[in-house]
């Protein structure tokens, strides 16, 4: 079980360079499986190569979502340069799924697949965690307590403390 940390935390600083990256798919035609199918197994292969090999770049655990048709995962990388490496890796699960499904399914409209990625920075970035277990980017670069980044989102993202926060931290 997870330890809870009680109270308002923060993730520290340290994503400068870091990449969120979610990726997934949307199943739209249910009753064919043999279309989608592939493309849902696809990927626990792959978390599992990344997760054995940290020298991917892969940083900490992924999450999956589930929301209707729609699955995502939520993924932290050390850097764009490790992600985009892996993706197009001759040697890793990758690339195979990829033209798989670029061969199979690519434009039939049975499952659609999509990708963000966004590149992190400390002066774009603000955290707020209460009454968590490490999540999020704070299970990648730690977290400290609220009040040392900021009581407010706008003192954590911009460094501005001169509000008062709407409601009494904790």
Do not use: C
Not at 19 to 27: D, P, Q, S, T, Y
């Amino acid at each position: 079980m997870a330890t809870i940390n009680k109270g308002r935390y923060s993730a520290d600083v340290g994503a400068d360079g870091k990449v969120l990256f979610l990726i997934g798919m949307r199943i739209n035609q249910l009753w064919r499986p043999w279309k989608w199918l592939p493309v849902f197994v696809a990927m626990p292969r792959m978390l599992i190569e990344l997760q054995k090999d940290p020298s991917l770049g892969l940083v900490g655990t992924p999450r999956t979502f589930l929301s209707g048709r729609t699955i995502l995962v939520w993924q932290y990388w050390e850097s764009f340069e490790k992600l985009e490496q892996y993706s197009k890796s001759m040697s890793a699960a990758h690339l195979p799924a990829w033209r798989a499904f670029n061969k199979k399914v690519r434009d039939n409209g049975s499952v659609g697949i999509y990708h963000e990625t966004i590149l992190l920075s400390d002066a774009a970035v603000e955290t707020v965690y209460g009454n968590m277990p490490l999540f999020g980017l704070a299970a990648v670069t730690g977290a400290v307590p609220a009040r040392k980044r900021g009581q407010t989102a706008k003192a954590r993202l911009l460094g501005d403390d001169t509000e008062a926060p709407a409601v009494e931290p904790y």
